[in-house]
């Protein structure tokens, strides 16, 4: 099992550390892992490359070497790239919570650590953004500079907006031609089921799918008592509350929200994670790995 990770929430509250917070998240949740099953190599083998710095000195061919004074490398079957598209939810609902804890902070974060740990299996993240409007902020690739290129759209990215899961979101999705991975990252507020209709597009696409459903801590537990002011961040609409009125009515129908979104997931065979944006993100990488394991 890995531990948890602690973070300084003066660096998770700077967006320009995002690579650094990145590899700090992977690096010790990998560090936490115990001969971890996903890490490495199949048996497998599949083809030779030629060697680059960074490249792990175990799978080098010293017979090829010896014959030819080049180094290449060893691919196995698990070692060739694969396609994972990042949707990141960026509308106003996100924008909420205090301090590390905060939805669309948490949310980039996530997402910068699962393409840095994407990167380091080898595989092709991409990124997009969706929320009043959405877009390819970048294509699946596996290049050196992905990465930083994803890190540097996450740092750009705002949330603000109306959810508008449509047809340009849709396209998207519909333009993906090959199998792979997608990643959505979201707390799922919308005013229909809209985002319901992003996971059946994934279906009928044939994507492998996690979902990270986020959730801050103030949304999962209301205050005991005291009277509030509750504001749509989306509509701006406001309403007056007493919450010893209504805490147990919200935690019910949070509730049933929540397995309304598990039930669907799993009836298309995705893999659904509920997140409070107040824990480690472990439990969001193990996720990643497990799916990963099973293409």
């Not at 669309?104 to 840095?116: N, P």
């Amino acid at each position: 099992m890995s531990s948890p990770l602690s973070i300084d929430s003066r660096l998770l509250a700077s967006v320009e550390d995002l690579p650094l917070l990145a590899q700090t998240v992977v690096e010790g949740f990998l560090d936490g892992l115990h001969r971890s099953p996903f890490l490495g190599y199949s048996t497998e083998f599949a083809s030779y490359r030629q060697y680059v710095q960074g490249d792990n000195l175990r799978h080098l061919d010293w017979k090829v070497w010896a014959r030819s004074d080049a180094l290449y490398v060893k691919q196995f079957e698990d070692d060739t790239n694969y396609r994972c598209q990042i949707y990141l939810d960026t509308s106003a609902s996100m924008d909420f919570g205090t301090g590390p804890a905060h939805k669309f902070t948490v949310g980039r974060l996530l997402a910068a650590a699962l393409a840095h740990l994407m990167i380091l299996q080898r595989d092709a993240p991409g990124l997009v953004l969706f929320g009043p409007d959405s877009r390819q902020a970048l294509p699946c690739a596996a290049s050196r500079n992905q990465a930083l290129e994803l890190f540097a759209a996450l740092a750009l990215a705002q949330a603000g907006g109306k959810t508008i899961v449509g047809s340009d979101l849709f396209g998207i999705v519909q333009a993906v031609v090959r199998r792979g991975l997608a990643v959505v990252i979201s707390d799922f507020f919308t005013p229909d089921d809209s985002g319901f209709e992003l996971l059946r597009q994934l279906h009928a696409h044939r994507q492998e799918t996690i979902v990270f459903h986020l959730l801050s801590p103030e949304e999962l537990e209301l205050p005991e008592t005291g009277e509030w002011i509750l504001e749509d961040s989306e509509t701006g609409e406001e309403r007056v509350v007493h919450l010893g009125d209504v805490r147990e009515g919200y935690r019910q129908r949070l509730q049933a929200f929540c397995d309304q979104l598990k039930n669907t997931c799993e009836g298309y065979e995705f893999d659904y994670v509920r997140l409070s944006t107040g824990e480690p993100l472990n439990q969001a990488l193990m996720a990643y790995l497990e799916r990963r394991s099973h293409r």
